[in-house]
């Protein structure tokens, strides 16, 4: 079975700052995809940004981009000139490439803090 | 283009008591999910429709959750008898079709105590 660990429960950041978080997963799967979501304070989860595993260029949305490293099962998020709107719960996920495998297998996520 | 629908926000009841929550997904969604969130973790796939068939329950405690997607869009989630560790916030998320690439648009969560 798949799993994603997220090693950092909570995360502070200093505005106009970066920070990184991270993700590690465990899969025998040799395509997949990997996600972002954020979920802030009492409002609804939202996909920040996502990752297929066939391709070797990392993603980047914006102020979100990943560091994507497949042979090390790795997966951080970076967000570059934090704003206080990015504080939320972020959660990293894993979903197969077929069959029954497209549920979302989540991280227990990380909480980040914006520091005005 | 509406969000995915929940209802109630906020539901408070006793052990072994009944409860049951409704989800109204995006337009034109094939495909319907619910997770449960525990707090201090990441939700948990309960079950998956695709129109309104199941195709994923095998985490379902089918003893006393279950759930129906009739006609193919609305879906209800509902647990008898309730017990304290089913407290948690369930989600409810859609998506065009099942495939990998379709994005989950979740819904805002019905946080529900149990006493």
């Known amino acids: 079975a798949q799993t994603v660990t997220q090693s950092q429960p909570e995360m502070s950041v200093q505005e106009a700052e970066t920070v990184t978080l991270s993700c590690t997963y465990d899969t025998s799967e040799s395509d997949y995809y990997l996600f972002w979501y954020k979920q802030p304070p009492s409002r609804q989860m939202i996909l920040v940004i996502r990752q297929e595993a066939y391709k070797q260029q990392n993603a980047t949305e914006n102020r979100f981009s990943v560091n994507f490293q497949k042979a090390a099962k790795s997966f951080s998020l970076k967000i570059s000139d934090s704003q206080l709107g990015d504080a939320a719960m972020y959660f990293c996920a894993y979903r197969g490439s077929g069959g029954s495998n497209y549920k979302l297998t989540f991280g227990k996520g990380t909480l980040l803090t914006v520091n005005p | 283009e509406a969000g995915v629908a929940q209802s109630p926000r906020y539901k408070i009841i006793e052990k072994r008591q009944s409860v049951a929550f409704w989800c109204n997904p995006i337009?034109?969604?094939?495909?319907l999910y619910w997770y449960q969130q525990i707090l201090g973790q990441g939700p948990k796939l309960l079950i998956q429709f695709q129109n309104n068939g199941v195709v994923d329950d095998s985490q379902l405690p089918k003893d006393r959750f279950s759930a129906e997607r009739l006609k193919g869009v609305d879906s209800t989630l509902k647990i008898q008898p309730a017990k304290l560790e089913d407290s948690a916030v369930y989600l409810c998320a859609s998506s065009r079709l099942a495939g990998s690439y379709n994005e989950q648009f979740f819904g805002p969560g019905t946080r529900l105590t149990v006493l």
């Open positions: 337009s034109g969604h094939a495909t």
